[in-house]
């Protein structure tokens, strides 16, 4: 059996870099995020029907945790054959709507979603301030259709412990 860990990033591997735009067209890179804390990136399959719950979620759960030094990233996978100009306009419409404090950015063509092997509908690439890997997954045990509620106990626990300097807590 192979170990789900060989499948993407490992624990400790640096992030891979990227130069994405943003619904208003300005260019986002990972050297913006250098100085942080830590840095959470997190991956949206575009066209995803939980898009606009999952941004309010995210808008509150990590809006202390950045005032704290956490830098968010929202990176939105290329889901149903490319983003058009409303499509754009929709995601920066949830995401003013939301309340999100974050850049979302488009990648185009999956190469950044392929360089993380995020391959999730919704996945969460958390790294430290020197943008090593520390932890790789989801938010908590909600699905859509299990009706267990969406609390982000799992990431917060892992923001937690990057910031109390204690080691990371899983990969996927």
Same mark, same amino acid.
């Given at each position: 059996?192979?170990?789900?860990e ?11 870099g ?34 606009? =719950?999952?941004?309010?979620? *995210?808008? $509150?759960? +990590?809006?202390?945790?950045?005032? %704290?030094? @956490?830098?968010?990233? !929202? ?13 754009r ?17 488009f ?8 360089? =993380?092997?995020?391959?999730? *509908?919704l $996945?969460? +690439?958390?790294?430290?301030?020197? %943008?090593? @890997?520390?932890?790789? !997954? ?18 917060i ?15 996927k």
């Open positions: 059996m192979v170990a789900l060989t499948l993407g990033l490992s624990l400790g591997a640096q992030a891979p990227f130069v994405l735009r943003d619904s208003q067209g300005s260019i986002v890179s990972l050297s913006d995020f250098k100085d942080a804390a830590a840095l959470l990136v997190v991956f949206i399959r575009s066209g995803s029907s939980q898009a606009e =719950y999952i941004l309010s979620v *995210l808008a $509150e759960l +990590f809006h202390w945790y950045q005032l %704290k030094g @956490l830098a968010v990233v !929202g990176v939105i996978q290329n889901g149903f054959g490319g983003f058009t100009k409303q499509g306009e929709n995601i920066a419409g949830v995401g003013e709507k939301t309340g999100v404090t974050f850049p979302c950015l990648d185009e063509n999956n190469q950044i979603a392929e360089a =993380y092997c995020a391959n999730g *509908l $996945e969460f +690439f958390l790294f430290d301030n020197e %943008k090593r @890997l520390v932890y790789r !997954g989801r938010m908590d045990h909600s699905q859509p259709g299990n009706n267990i509620p969406l609390t982000g106990l799992e990431m626990q892992a923001i937690d412990s990057v910031f109390l300097g204690s080691a990371p807590l899983r990969s």
